[in-house]
């Protein structure tokens, strides 16, 4: 089966799909229309960018689903102004209300995320979802032992990170390890995938920004996924082995209070050439 179908009677030959093609495996045959030489197959991606930019819907990649046009009015709705608002507006949320956050809301939240850019379209990010209370106690519990233990094996590491305040204040009844959140959030990969680090970076930060727009806060739980880095008997507590490389973890929940103002930033550092 060929890779691509063009409709003859719908395409105009105008190559955007080739000139946009990531891996350049289309081209214009004699007869002018796009096509993928024999062979050339096997370097798609399968990133749709094809199907996507057709601007007559003359093109159907076999190995996709059908995909869902996009409104034309939809980004005369967003302008700079109030995106730009938007992500100024997002805080990071330490104080969450007890309310669960439902799984059908994450899951088209996690819809949505999986369309962050990975490298060549590789896919490979994975997330662990917690939303058990006794499950996320355990794990902040977890935390706290593996920083007492690192106070000894590595005490100059403790020291920069403050674990004894921490523990201290953990003591005290001040969980600042995942702010008593009703959701945790780990995104990982397969230890074997090289880009692992930089795609799920990428993807959390999506999730982050997106998240807002459900109602929804959060904010890295750092603590945490230093300590499911560094304790196999932790990552064993989210169903995990040394097969998978954790790359970020998120406190995730309804948010406490209502913010009202932008705070100030420094000015940007950048490098004009």
Known sequence: MALLTINHTTCTSCGICVHTCPVSIITLGEDNFPFVQEGSDKRCVLCGHCVS???DSALTHNLLPETAPIRKDIKNQITPTNLGEYFKSRRSI????????????LEEVFDIVSY??????????KWVV??????????SDAVIEWMKAAITVNPEFAKFLNFAGLIHMYEQGNDVICRHAPTLVIGYTNASYTGGTMDSVIATSH???LLPAFGLGSCWAGYLMIA????????KMIGLDDSHTIHSATMIGYPQYRYYKIPARK?????WM
């Open 267 to 271: 000015d940007p550092q950048v490098n």
């Open 130 to 139: 917690v939303s058990d209370p006794t499950v996320i106690r355990q794990l």
């Open 94 to 105: 330490r104080n969450f209300q007890s309310k669960a956050v439902a799984k059908p809301l």
């Open 116 to 125: 962050a850019p990975t490298g060549v379209n590789s896919q490979m990010n």
């Open 53 to 55: 930019v057709c601007p």
């Open 207 to 209: 999730l982050e920004v």
């Open 228 to 235: 499911l880095r560094y304790s196999p008997e932790m990552r």
